[in-house]
Each structure stands twice: as structure tokens, then as C-alpha cells.
């Protein structure tokens, strides 16, 4: 990964930022009856964010792989729901994405290019593993910028590695650190990826372990650290586990299994050395100039020009 210095690294999971923009902006179409919303929203949301964190360097990252099959193979479950019904020719596992949004994701990497802004993304992992990989090692303090809670297990006080968290909106996210997810969950932010096995996440179609929630899977994680000690114990007689909780252990053993590998953000893939640094400047001026025009992105388009000048 190259820089222009050690200052801050914004990582955005893209897809979480232009799905929200999707559904929270009013549709609007550019002059050709393009569906625009999404692009516009995903561009003021990244002027927002780069005028209020003042990041030197960003990253889009991208799903080229949503639901890899490494994964899947795992865990069959593993969002399923969200796959387009087999439709004869079609590609298999394709995500339910709505027509308008589909056709505004080309636009938005077509947009990104312009103003040179770096979109990484990995065949075969999801950009959350293109985030962890990032953020691993960065050298430099770094915001992840996310709805997806999964991502709570790479927030690191030491290496200055938070999430904000878009949740409730860009406007009004929350900044996670250590303290903030024990606060709320009664655990570390290194236990997140086993937490949230145990509890599972429909969302994801990971079942978790039966009969455990969020606040046993917490005292669990509490007093035997991990899945590994918690296993551990489950067969320890002698353990401090009740019956309760042991026998539910001990029912989901093959899920306990796979499950931590498809939870846990993938860290070690080869990126190469993806220029990182934000650009003051855009890339290809007037190139912005006309896909500002073409679509009838003058004003976002602008906004985040002034914003990228301003730093």
C-alpha cells in the first residue's frame, strides 16, 4: 500500500455506503433518465466524511466476490436468501440487487476513476476482507466507515483502528472503539467474530449455536476467551459451565467448526500496492466534467471536488 504520509485511512465498504444512499436519497434520474440517486448520494456521503475526518488517504472497497464460495462451502446457508431465484442461463449466485441500483454501480466506479479515487477489490473475498487486509498493518491510524457489525472485530485501540458505524446514517454515525463494544456487548472487540458465531446473524444466514444469544454467548466469551476454550470446556466435567449452556456446546460442535473461518474478516490477502493516497486534484478533470454533465452530477460532483481542494 502506498501513501503520500503516515496521516489517517478511511476504508469504505462501498456497497454499504450505496445501498443506504440508494434507499435514503429520492430517486432522481440524470438527463437520459439514468436512476442517479445512489451516485449522488454515495458522492456526498464521501464528501461528508472526508471534509469531517480529513482522511490523507481513502480507499473504496469492493465485493468482487459477495458470497465466496470458499465460504459457502462451509456454511451452505451463508446468505442464500439473498440470491436471485435460478433463472435458466443466469450466473449462479447472484445477488438480489434492485434494477435502478444495478444499473448506477457501473456509473459509480466510472465516477471514481475520474476523480481518482482507488476502488480495491479481490476475486474470491468480500470487501469486508479487502478492509481487513488494510487495515492489518496499515502503519497509520484508520476509520472504517460501515453498516455491517461484523466489522467490529477489526477495531484495535492500540493501532488506532475504529469503525464508524453508519447504522442510524452517515449524519449520525457512531464512532466504535474497544470501549464502546464492551459497553455494549459486554465483550472485547477481539471476541466480536466468536460473538457473533455464537449468537449467528440471520442477515448473514449463519444460525449460530441454538438456544444462545447475545448475553451467554458474552459470558462465555467472558470467562473461557473463545470458541476454542469454550469447546474446551463444554468437555471439561470439571469446568465452571452449566448444564444448560454445555449441552448446547456440545449439540452445535460441527457448526463451531467451519462457522469461526466464515465469520472471521479475512487479513493476509495479496493486494499488491494499492495507491491509497486521497487526491486534491481530480484525476481526469475532464472526464469529471462530462459524467458530471451526462448524468446531471454537477452539484455532488463539485461538492466533493471542493471538499478533495480544501484538505
Known amino acids: 500500500m502506498t501513501s503520500t504520509d503516515t496521516g489517517r485511512l478511511m476504508l469504505l465498504d462501498t456497497a454499504s455506503l450505496y445501498f443506504r444512499a440508494f434507499f435514503g436519497v429520492p430517486e432522481i434520474s440524470g438527463p437520459d433518465g439514468t436512476p442517479v440517486n445512489a451516485v449522488r448520494g454515495l458522492l456526498d456521503f464521501i464528501s461528508r466524511l472526508v471534509g469531517d475526518y480529513g482522511p490523507t488517504d481513502l480507499v473504496c472497497c469492493w465485493d468482487n466476490d459477495w458470497r465466496p464460495q470458499w465460504r459457502v462451502d462451509l456454511i451452505p446457508s451463508y446468505k442464500a436468501h439473498r440470491v436471485v431465484e435460478e433463472v435458466p442461463g443466469a450466473a449462479p449466485d447472484v445477488e438480489e440487487v434492485p434494477d435502478p441500483l444495478q444499473v448506477q454501480v457501473p456509473i459509480i466506479l466510472e465516477v471514481l476513476d475520474a476523480l481518482g479515487i482507488t476502488v480495491v477489490g479481490a476475486d474470491g473475498y468480500e470487501a469486508d476482507d479487502v478492509i481487513g487486509t488494510l487495515a492489518t498493518g496499515a502503519g497509520q491510524p484508520v476509520d472504517i466507515v460501515t453498516g455491517d457489525r461484523d466489522l467490529f472485530q477489526l477495531v484495535d485501540d492500540e493501532a488506532d483502528v475504529r469503525v464508524l458505524y453508519i447504522a442510524r446514517g452517515v449524519g449520525n454515525h457512531e464512532r466504535v472503539t474497544n470501549e464502546w463494544v464492551r459497553a455494549k456487548y459486554a465483550i472485547d472487540a477481539h471476541q466480536y467474530a466468536d460473538f457473533a458465531t455464537m449468537r449467528g446473524?440471520?442477515?448473514?444466514?449463519?444460525?449460530?449455536?441454538?438456544?444462545?444469544?447475545?448475553?451467554?454467548?458474552?459470558?462465555?466469551?467472558?470467562?473461557?476467551?473463545?470458541?476454542?476454550?469454550i469447546v474446551s470446556a463444554a468437555h471439561d466435567p470439571d469446568a465452571d459451565m452449566g448444564p444448560g449452556p454445555r449441552g448446547k456446546i456440545k449439540a452445535a460442535l460441527d457448526y463451531l467448526e467451519v462457522a469461526p473461518t466464515v465469520v472471521a474478516v479475512a487479513r493476509d490477502i495479496d493486494l499488491g500496492t494499492p495507491a491509497t493516497a486521497l487526491p486534491r486534484t481530480p484525476r481526469d478533470p475532464e472526464r469529471v466534467l462530462a459524467l458530471a454533465e451526462r448524468y446531471g452530477l454537477e452539484s455532488p460532483m463539485q461538492r466533493l471536488v471542493e471538499v478533495l481542494t480544501a484538505r
Do not use: Q, Y
Open 201 to 229: 446473524d440471520m442477515s448473514d444466514g449463519l444460525p449460530g449455536v441454538k438456544g444462545v444469544g447475545e448475553k451467554t454467548a458474552a459470558t462465555l466469551l467472558e470467562r473461557f476467551g473463545d470458541i476454542d476454550g
